[in-house]
């Protein structure tokens, strides 16, 4: 099982100094501990993750400070970027940190984003599959043809030429549908649990090894890798006080979790209903449970369990979320736990079939 680290932290909305040391110290932290990657999304136009407008840029500033991690963009809403643009940025980045460049590639959510791109939001799947395969033939030092201001056709071909000769690709996954794309295409990748549980995630995943073995590629060459929240200590019931009150202020933003949480208790209702007292009730009510089979909140010995529950779902990798927690020094005391639950896993791995 790999790990890594998942940014979707910070409040653009407030100009303050040193807003990205949670992401270099922490990403330093990650390169030098045996973490796989580290994940920085695109945000637009919304003050939670509002730090990341483009992982391009952000992964080119980590490339200068890490030698290691793979600098992983999660997601790249290909729809908002022309494809030939987008191919000259990541090379750059390729070629700065030696060739690490891999992209989680989403096709985008919100209508608002959508002021950024070329073609209408209703399009955005389409004009993802395509531009997809327009930067993967660019990468590759093929040209595409494209047309000027009068009409006129002409070839391109990207510069400067990337370190690795095929771009590693993720899809962000949802949908069975989009489990079955990426397994023919022969793609990585990233999903989450959202409001969903484990159990949920399992048959996409054999849909997309199924999808990989028909397409001719070999169904275990495909990584996936769960986006999942985590916060550790050395004492759960310190962990879950550090945790609760942000945990609650991030579900107040997030309507549809907040739902979800609600149809967990048996309730059936619209939150927009709620009035705040009987959301703050709903959150200190559930929200323990929330964590319990949906997170690695706790301490590594607590987590343990869960974390080969992931393994045994299918899943690569856990993508380890800094989110909800923004405080500075409190995700860097955690992330060493972090490490621990890591070494478990991997020591409890490598005892399996040892005879005593």
């Excluded at 030092?141 to 993720?170: H, M, S």
């Excluded at 449970?289 to 080969?308: D, H, N, Q, W, Y």
Aim: glycine residues 8%.
């Amino acid at each position: 099982m790999d790990f890594s680290l998942f940014y979707f932290d910070g409040d653009g909305s407030v100009a303050r100094l040193n807003q990205y040391q949670l992401l270099i110290e922490s990403a330093k932290f990650a390169d030098t501990n045996g973490f796989t990657a580290v994940w920085t999304p695109e945000r637009h136009f919304h003050s939670f993750g509002g730090l990341y407008p483009n992982p391009t840029l952000t992964s080119a500033a980590l490339a200068m400070i890490t030698e290691r991690v793979q600098l992983r963009a999660g997601s790249f809403v290909l729809p908002l970027h022309d494809p030939v643009r987008a191919t000259e940025e990541w090379a750059v980045v390729d070629n700065l940190s030696h060739g690490r460049v891999a992209i989680a590639f989403a096709s985008g959510w919100t209508v608002d984003d959508f002021v950024l791109a070329r073609e209408p939001h209703a399009h955005r799947k389409a004009v993802m599959w395509r531009d997809l395969e327009v930067m993967r033939k660019l990468w590759r030092g093929e040209a595409i043809e494209r047309q000027d201001a009068t009409g006129k056709t002409f070839t391109v071909k990207t510069l400067p030429r990337p370190v690795q000769n095929e771009l590693p690709v993720w899809m962000t996954c949802q949908s069975s549908e989009t489990f079955v794309e990426a397994g023919k295409l022969g793609t990585h990748i990233l999903t989450s649990l959202l409001g969903g549980t484990l159990n949920d995630i399992v048959p996409k995943i054999q849909l997309y090894r199924k999808s990989l073995a028909k397409h001719g590629h070999d169904p275990q060459s495909g990584k996936v890798a769960l986006m999942i929240h985590t916060f550790l200590g050395d004492d759960i019931n310190d962990v879950k006080a550090k945790v609760t009150q942000p945990f609650c202020n991030y579900l107040k933003t997030h309507y549809d979790l907040l739902e979800n949480l609600a149809k967990g208790m048996g309730l059936n209702v619209s939150i927009k209903n709620f009035s705040e007292d009987d959301i703050d009730s709903l959150l200190q009510f559930g929200v323990e449970g929330f964590m319990k089979g949906r997170s690695l909140i706790g301490t590594p010995a607590s987590c343990l369990p869960f974390l080969e529950q992931i393994q045994a779902a299918g899943v690569d990798e856990v993508a380890c979320l800094i989110d909800f927690v923004q405080d500075y020094d409190l995700v860097m005391a955690s992330l060493p736990f972090v490490s621990q639950l890591k070494l478990l896993q991997e020591n409890k791995k490598s005892m399996v079939g040892v005879r005593v």
